[in-house]
């Protein structure tokens, strides 16, 4: 609300004004507790986020708990950061559980943690850029989501193809390159219906699709996939990628 407030442990909430820290709200409250965020709210209320009490509002005068359901969930998970992301939506995130969404009339919109799609559960920044999408710096790395709600993505479990190191799709299949060999499936039938491709056991780097071929890097060489079989057309061990000439696009 064109202020600038700082948390200071057991005493309260100071604005900085003038170059100095005014005090703006000191009360009991704030005796042993952490002070992880402070959040604009509507009616020029202000949200504070505490690690592991929950999360309060007050108008400047009164603190009450805020979303007291949800509680339990706070301090379960450990309250780490918060944002006011405009349009109606708060997003807190956890030291346990990533992040969840609100909107400030109608409660929960979205939980996203590992189990979701998130790289890690514990979340250290958030931050929304000018379109609308959501970034998150997590503990070992960083995190990315669409603004569009209507646009998401799902994990699919893959036991037993082994670690993934490329995807290629044709017109009608869709192949992953992995360090046991290639695994396809047809490509208007998804749902974890890979199933491997014979005489490709072992490492493969990188798979390119040239007019609908398929090319195969393989660590025994480069094979080519025409749609009916598979062929080895080059013997150097170790092929690690196929690309186009820039001067001669029929050369690969």
């Known amino acids: 609300h064109g202020k600038i407030l700082v948390a200071v442990g057991d005493q309260g909430i100071y604005e900085?004004?003038?170059?100095?820290?005014?005090?703006?709200?000191?009360?009991?409250?704030?005796?042993?507790?952490?002070?992880?965020?402070?959040?604009?709210?509507?009616?020029?209320?202000?949200?504070?986020?505490?690690?592991?009490?929950?999360?309060?509002?007050?108008?400047?005068?009164?603190?009450?708990?805020?979303?007291?359901?949800?509680?339990?969930?706070?301090?379960?998970?450990?309250?780490?950061?918060?944002?006011?992301?405009?349009?109606?939506?708060?997003?807190?995130?956890?030291?346990?559980?990533?992040?969840?969404?609100?909107?400030?009339?109608?409660?929960?919109?979205?939980?996203?943690?590992?189990?979701?799609?998130?790289?890690?559960?514990?979340?250290?920044?958030?931050?929304?850029?000018?379109?609308?999408?959501?970034w998150t710096a997590l503990d070992d790395g960083i995190g990315y989501m669409q603004g569009n709600r209507n646009k998401s993505f799902t994990i699919e479990s893959?036991?037993?193809?082994?670690?993934?190191?490329?995807?290629?799709?044709?017109?009608?299949?869709?192949f992953l390159g992995t360090n046991q060999g290639l695994f396809v499936e047809p490509a208007n039938e998804p749902g974890n219906n890979f199933s491997f491709v014979p005489e490709t056991q072992g490492q493969i780097w990188d798979l390119r699709v040239f007019e609908n071929n398929l090319f195969i890097s393989h660590n025994n060489g480069t094979y080519l996939n025409t749609g009916s079989k598979i062929e080895k057309i080059d013997g150097f061990s170790g092929g690690v990628g196929v690309t186009q000439d820039p001067k001669n696009p029929d050369l690969h």
């Open 158 to 174: 893959l036991p037993g193809i082994g670690a993934i190191y490329s995807i290629a799709k044709t017109k009608n299949q869709l």
């Open 16 to 134: 900085i004004s003038n170059h100095k820290a005014v005090p703006f709200l000191i009360h009991p409250f704030f005796k042993n507790k952490q002070i992880r965020f402070l959040l604009e709210a509507p009616n020029h209320e202000i949200l504070i986020g505490t690690a592991s009490r929950g999360i309060f509002i007050t108008d400047g005068t009164n603190i009450d708990e805020w979303m007291p359901d949800w509680k339990k969930y706070f301090t379960e998970n450990e309250l780490n950061r918060g944002l006011n992301a405009g349009n109606g939506l708060l997003i807190f995130g956890t030291i346990k559980d990533g992040i969840v969404i609100f909107d400030e009339n109608s409660g929960e919109i979205g939980k996203y943690n590992t189990e979701k799609g998130l790289g890690n559960n514990t979340v250290l920044g958030i931050e929304c850029d000018k379109w609308g999408n959501l």
